[in-house]
């Protein structure tokens, strides 16, 4: 995503999902959660997109 993850975000991030690393990159914050099926991938975003992120890329791994 652009830009930096604020701790109390990453906080309910980790409380919610299966986070399994949030790093910070020259151009934002990557951060990779497990077990993400459909439902969870919207949550996800609809949760990161409230809070004002921007989404650059998804993958699956």
């Known amino acids: 995503m652009a830009g ?3 701790a109390g ?11 399994e690393s949030a790093e910070p990159r020259a151009d934002g914050t990557e951060v990779v959660v497990s077990r993400v099926d ?13 809070t004002g992120h921007t989404i650059r890329s998804l993958g699956n791994c």
């Open 4 to 6: 930096s993850l604020a």
């Open 9 to 19: 975000i990453l906080a309910t991030l980790e409380s919610r999902f299966e986070v």
């Open 38 to 50: 459909q439902a969870t991938q919207r949550a996800l975003l609809t949760y990161l997109w409230d």
